[in-house]
Nanobody
Framework: QVQLVESGGELVQAGGSLRLSCAASGSILSINAMGWYRQAPGEQRDLVATITNGGSTIYADSVKGRFTISRDGAKNTVYLQMNSLKPEDTAVYYC???????????????WGQGTQVTVSS
């Protein structure tokens, strides 16, 4: 079994900062990439940022220059530092990991349950 547990979401004023964390645990053989997605009410779930085990990153255009994704491979943990937050960043943020479980073949996507980020104007 695999678990992804997010933390760090809360209410913050526009212009403020937050740091999200997500720790993956369980029967994990290896992790290829981890990332963050977000979903606002009535909207689809969109990519925010991803990072591979080699350190390559991808960011949504809307967060470039404001958000930074990082990863601690030894702890199977990914972080999202969010600065200069805007009301339009309000959403539920979901952690994603593309990983291979013990005694299995292939990499599959796993998701956390989400953490709410609310940015007030």
């Amino acid at each position: 079994q695999v678990q992804l547990v997010e933390s760090g979401g809360e209410l913050v004023q526009a212009g403020g900062s937050l740091r999200l964390s997500c720790a993956a645990s369980g029967s994990i053989l290896s992790i290829n990439a981890m990332g963050w997605y977000r979903q606002a009410p009535g909207e689809q779930r969109d990519l925010v940022a991803t990072i591979t085990n080699g350190g390559s990153t991808i960011y949504a255009d809307s967060v470039k220059g404001r958000f930074t994704i990082s990863r601690d491979g030894a702890k199977n943990t990914v972080y999202l530092q969010m600065n200069s937050l805007k009301p339009e960043d309000t959403a539920v943020y979901y952690c994603n990991a593309r990983l291979r479980r013990d005694y299995t073949w292939g990499y599959y996507d796993y998701w956390g349950q989400g953490t709410q980020v609310t940015v007030s104007s």
